[in-house]
């Protein structure tokens, strides 16, 4: 067991030190897949945060009377109430971005971010810290994404959340799927490349 962290060094674990996008590289499904603009990141950011803090909560106050052999199939069931709570409200009441986002949606149900954080973090600690865990994973997700569709957004289209920065067309490769690898690599190559200057 991970020794216990403070409030504080539990949120921004996950949103500097062990950043599931940028440090640990998970989720990178969502990450390349709905990052062509920073609307569609920061709404996929939100849903992931949504049920990462929601699962985490139901899952340490469940996870005594859970038995081992059926621990992770139980972790899913739970998860998916809330990735199908959140995909109602979506369609409901934004159902443009939910259009955007689409079949990534219910890919949260399976996202290894989520999953990871229910099994390591909130199946062995209790519900208030298991709360601030998911809320530090779930904004570093989120703040990763904006970071990745904010930048592809301005460079492929020159616009940022949907407003127009210029009439010229922008580089076509960052909207395509190549533009979120690029992206990605250059982003974490220059985070890397700070840590060794602090370092």
């Known amino acids: 067991m991970e020794k216990t962290l403070t409030t ?5 674990k996950g949103i500097f ?7 640990l ?3 990178c499904c969502p990450t390349l897949g709905v990052t062509s603009s920073a ?3 920061i709404g996929m950011g939100l849903a992931t945060l949504f049920v990462l803090v929601m699962s985490n909560l139901a899952i340490s106050l469940v996870k005594n009377v859970i038995p081992d052999k059926v621990r992770i199939p139980s972790f899913i069931v739970i998860i ?3 990735v199908t709570v959140v995909q109602l409200l979506m369609e409901a009441y934004t ?9 990534f949606i219910p890919l949260i149900v399976v996202n290894c971010i989520v999953l990871g954080r ?8 209790s519900a208030g810290a298991s709360v601030i865990d998911g809320l530090g994973m779930g904004l570093g997700f989120t703040l990763a994404l904006l970071l990745l569709g904010s930048v592809r957004e301005v460079l492929g289209s020159l616009s940022w959340f949907g407003m127009k920065l210029s009439d010229s067309d922008g580089m076509l490769v960052f909207v395509l799927a190549p533009g979120a690898f690029i992206t990605l690599g250059f982003i974490i190559a220059i985070m890397n490349g700070l840590k060794k200057q602090k370092s």
């Open 25 to 27: 590289l998970l989720g």
């Open 95 to 103: 159902p443009a971005l939910f259009a955007q986002l689409g079949l």
């Open 17 to 23: 030190r062990e950043n599931p996008t940028l440090v």
């Open 8 to 12: 504080r060094e539990n949120l921004l």
């Open 118 to 125: 229910a099994e390591a973090f909130a199946s062995r600690y």
């Open 39 to 41: 609307s569609n990141a």
């Open 80 to 82: 998916a109430a809330f």
